[in-house]
């Protein structure tokens, strides 16, 4: 608890990342990282390769776009830097470690923004009593017709959760109502990617799992809200948390999918 509330403290990132909670949650995916470390291996191992696919499909590589970097868990850096003129790495904040790992590379540079776009008009306007939704306005990134490939790492369905839960802070409104501004967010993304003319690596969950001690699937639930993704190149399972983890009763597995898209095409 104390070193993450030092990370909170020390690492630089916009006011409506802190305010909003994303920071936090930014940093908690590095806690349970390393609680989890055995469990989420195969997942990792198997997000890198779908990336490096996706780059050696790459015919021109001028610069790479990741939504999404975290703190690089999933994402192949040295490849994309050794292959790529320039590589962007795109998330709200960026902790001490991916900075450092950035600097080993001239050519990689970091971006913090809000890859869904409602945070501040949730943050200004719906929490200081503006009862409309904001749209989600997708970022835009420096030179754009130089993109060659735009790679989303298990960012899709990650999108509205803070956006959603600081809903629930503010406006009456119903689990349907949700679930639909969370699908707009989500459907957003996929047209925003849909728009590069560029190849696109996508990296989703599809399905969000609870199973048994004696690995029964005893509850599931579509994190897509209905959405459908282009049908992927892959599918594989990772225990996001093993027994013990959320439950003792259960743990949490996700199906995971991976697609890469040629230029012009949706992913
Ligand atoms: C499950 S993690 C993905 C793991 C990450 N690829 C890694 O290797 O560490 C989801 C990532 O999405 C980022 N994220 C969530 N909402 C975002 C938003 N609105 N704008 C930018 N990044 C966002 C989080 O900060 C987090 O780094």
């Not at 030179?143 to 600081?166: E, G, K, R, W, Y």
């Amino acid at each position: 608890m104390i070193i993450e509330a030092l990370t909170w403290l020390t690492t630089p990132a916009p006011d409506w990342a802190r305010k909003g909670g994303y920071l936090k949650e930014l940093i908690a995916v590095q806690a349970r990282h390393r609680r989890c470390r055995a469990h989420w291996a195969p997942h990792l191992d198997n997000s890198r390769e779908a990336i490096q696919n996706a780059v050696q499909r790459c015919l021109q590589r001028r610069q790479a776009v990741v939504y999404g970097s975290g703190i690089l868990l999933d994402i192949p850096l040295t490849g994309l830097a050794e292959a790529f003129e320039r590589v962007t790495l795109v998330d709200v904040a960026h902790l001490r470690s991916t900075r450092r790992a950035a600097q080993r590379f001239k050519n990689v540079r970091l971006v913090e923004t809000d890859i869904a776009g409602v945070s501040n008009g949730i943050l200004l306007g719906v929490a200081k009593g503006a009862d409309t939704l904001p749209r989600p306005t997708p970022p835009v990134i420096d030179d754009t017709p130089s993109i060659d490939l735009i790679v989303s790492a298990n960012l899709l369905t990650q999108l509205p959760l803070t956006p959603c839960h600081l809903l629930k802070q503010h406006l009456d409104l119903s689990e349907d109502d949700l679930n639909t501004y969370a699908r707009y967010i989500m459907q957003v993304h996929l047209d925003h990617l849909a728009s590069f003319d560029a190849m696109k690596c996508l990296i989703a969950e599809t399905a969000i799992q609870h199973i048994d001690e004696q690995g029964q699937i005893v509850h599931e639930r579509d994190p897509l809200n209905g959405l459908v993704l282009a049908s992927p190149d892959r599918t594989w399972e990772w225990t996001v948390a093993p027994h013990g983890e959320v439950s003792q009763s259960y743990a949490v597995r996700n199906i995971v999918s991976a697609s890469t898209t040629m230029p012009h095409q949706r992913p």
